[in-house]
């Protein structure tokens, strides 16, 4: 079973910053993508970023040039650098984590964490 523990998120004026952190423990023999996603209210899931073993990254359009995803592959921790906040970015942030343990890949989610933008 793996674990993955959010933290950082929180209420934050337009045009702030927030950093959200996850870290993944338990059955893990190599972590092959971490990422975020968000879910508003009435809408569905978004990727937000994912990075990939090797360092490649993905931004949705939405953050591009104000987000930035980083990772610790040593404490198998997923960070999300978010600035310029707007009220748009207004959602639950969840971790997302494909993983492969026993020649098996798998994904796992966070259990999520608000991230709310005041105008």
């Known amino acids: 079973q793996v674990q993955l523990v959010e933290s950082g998120g929180g209420l934050v004026q337009a045009g702030g910053s927030l950093r959200l952190s996850c870290a993944a423990s338990?059955?893990?023999?190599?972590?092959?993508?971490m990422g975020w996603y968000r879910q508003s209210p009435g809408k569905q899931r978004e990727l937000v970023a994912t990075?990939?073993?090797?360092?490649?990254?993905v931004y949705a359009d939405s953050g591009k040039g104000r987000f930035t995803i980083s990772r610790d592959n040593a404490k198998n921790t997923v960070y999300l650098q978010m600035n310029s906040l707007k009220p748009e970015d207004t959602a639950v942030y969840y971790c997302?984590?494909?993983?492969?343990?026993?020649?098996?890949?798998?994904?796992?989610w966070g259990q999520g964490t608000q991230v709310t933008v005041s105008s």
């Open positions: 990075m990939i073993t090797g360092g490649s990254t």
């Open positions: 338990g059955s893990i023999s190599s972590i092959i993508t």
């Open positions: 997302h984590i494909h993983s492969r343990y026993n020649n098996l890949v798998s994904e796992y």
